[in-house]
């Protein structure tokens, strides 16, 4: 198993930023992809940001493209979401998730492991 903690999410004026951590921690040599995903209220959960397991591949949705950059770094077992220019409409629970595919993956089924989650709420 694979357990995921995520951290630094609040409230922030539009405009701001945040930065979210996700570590990871237990059998952490099986995680290859990881993403960020997030669902809003009433909204289905939707797939943000994912990296490959060097990081030379990235995907974002097309939403946050260039106000989004997801990075990981795998000494430390932990990826970052930094998340620049917020908008309302990025309030949202903001999950972590790995999966043991190599191919970079947007569908939730294609994860393996999930973190509970963290409230990220921008205010106009």
């Known amino acids: 198993q694979v357990q995921l903690v995520e951290s630094g999410g609040g409230l922030v004026q539009a405009g701001g930023s945040l930065r979210l951590s996700c570590a990871a921690s237990?059998?952490?040599?099986?995680?290859?992809?990881m993403g960020w995903f997030r669902q809003a209220s009433g909204k289905e959960r939707e797939c943000v940001a994912a990296?490959?397991?060097?990081?030379?591949?990235?995907q974002y949705t097309d939403s946050v493209r260039g106000r989004f950059t997801i990075s990981r770094d795998n000494s430390k077992n932990t990826v970052y979401l930094q998340m620049n220019s917020l908008k309302p409409e990025d309030t949202a629970i903001y999950y972590c998730?790995?999966?043991?595919?190599?191919?970079?993956?947007?569908?939730?089924?294609?994860?393996?492991?999930w973190g509970q989650g963290t409230q990220v709420t921008v205010s106009s």
């Open positions: 998730a790995a999966s043991r595919r190599t191919e970079v993956q947007t569908a939730r089924n294609g994860y393996d492991y």
């Open positions: 237990g059998r952490t040599y099986s995680v290859r992809t």
């Open positions: 990296i490959s397991w060097a990081g030379g591949i990235t």
